[in-house]
Antibody
């Protein structure tokens, strides 16, 4: 079974750093692009960017360029989303997703990681 | 950035009735359009891609149509499990791919 399992909810203070994870199983890990998406509570979905799991080639959405960073550890089949200095406005649910059925069609999603940033 | 506009914002439908959801792109996205369903506390689920192709395991009551800038998702006979928020998303132009703001389908 193809699965993406995300790390658990986080509560952080403004200015703190954070790294959340997305572990893949059941597919050829290095052959896919993985997307990161944000959903602010009660709001819609936004693409943050993409990372190719084979060589860590990254494509950031302009709104998120410089605000976050993506990385991969192929040895443990895990992708990461990282902040160096969180803001209250980073409070959101974060999803990872991959396109198994067709290119650019993201049909397998993680369950999401809720990040709360509050002083 | 391509802006995706969905209408209506909320659709009140009785079980068994037909629901028609619309999605408009600010410029052509060809047929590179997907529809997702999201229920509270869950990740989105892919329903339709390439504007009209049902994803694996999606019931035949869900159908998509359109190309260019105008798209429609039709649910032929609403079941109780279909009450949710539906998003369209274009994947024709990166960066970035963009979602509509969603249509909430609620019980009438």
């Amino acid at each position: 079974e193809v699965q993406l399992v995300q790390s658990g909810a986080e509560v952080k203070k403004p200015g703190e750093s954070l790294k959340i994870s997305c572990k893949g199983s059941g597919f050829s890990f290095s052959s896919y692009w993985l997307g990161w998406l944000r959903q602010v509570p009660g709001k819609g979905l936004e693409w943050m960017g993409l990372i190719f799991l084979g060589d860590s080639d990254t494509r950031y959405s302009p709104s998120f360029q410089g605000q976050v960073s993506f990385s991969v550890d192929k040895s443990i089949r895990t992708a990461y989303l990282q902040w160096s200095s969180l803001k209250a406005s980073d409070t959101a649910m974060y999803f990872c997703a991959i396109p198994i059925t067709a290119p650019d069609v993201f049909d397998i999603w993680g369950h999401g990681t809720m990040v709360t940033v509050s002083s | 950035e391509i802006v995706m506009t969905q209408s209506p914002a909320t659709l009140s439908v009785s079980p068994g009735e037909r629901a028609t959801l619309s999605c408009r792109a600010s410029q052509s996205v060809s047929s590179n359009l997907a529809w997702y369903q999201q229920k509270p506390g869950q990740a989105p689920r892919l329903l339709i891609y390439r504007a009209s192709t049902r994803a694996t395991g999606i019931p035949a009551r869900f159908s998509g149509s359109g190309s260019g800038t105008e798209f429609t998702l039709t649910i032929s006979s609403l079941q109780s499990e279909d009450f949710a928020i539906y998003y369209c998303q274009q994947y024709n132009n990166w960066p970035p791919w963009t979602f509509g703001q969603g249509t909430k389908v609620e019980i009438k």
